[in-house]
């Protein structure tokens, strides 16, 4: 399982996502956007692509994946080392969204 707190992670689960149906200046453009880790152009990539309701879900899940990441980094330098409720939560969420992430690969709804 990936560890959906940090950009590569998420972005590697992205380039699962790709759609085989894109013309060669998407393609480009899809592949600039993973060169570049741009999650914010990935975003804005597939809503202008029609996605079936499986991969919507994995857009969500990585979208809610994204903000604890950032969440997490900011209390990381902000709470002291001992533990903190709210850190862990974030924790176990990202662990249930990661597990998401596997069952849906398991299922074959990604590459």
């Not at 707190?5 to 200046?25: D, G, I, N, T």
């Not at 330098?77 to 849906?104: F, K, M, N, W």
Request: glycine share 8%; net charge neutral.
């Amino acid at each position: 399982m990936s560890d959906l707190r940090f950009r590569q992670f998420r972005m590697k689960v992205y380039a699962r996502l790709c759609p085989s149906e894109l013309v060669p200046a998407e393609r480009g453009e899809f592949v600039r956007l993973l060169d570049g880790e741009d999650e914010d152009g990935m975003e804005g990539f597939f809503r202008r692509v029609p996605l079936d309701a499986k991969l919507t879900q994995v857009l969500r899940i990585l979208r809610e994946a994204r903000e604890l990441g950032a969440r997490l980094s900011v209390l990381d330098r902000t709470v002291p080392t001992l533990p903190h409720r709210e850190i862990s939560e974030c924790y176990r969420r990202l662990h249930a969204l990661g597990e998401q992430v596997g069952d849906l690969e398991a299922v074959g709804v990604m590459k």
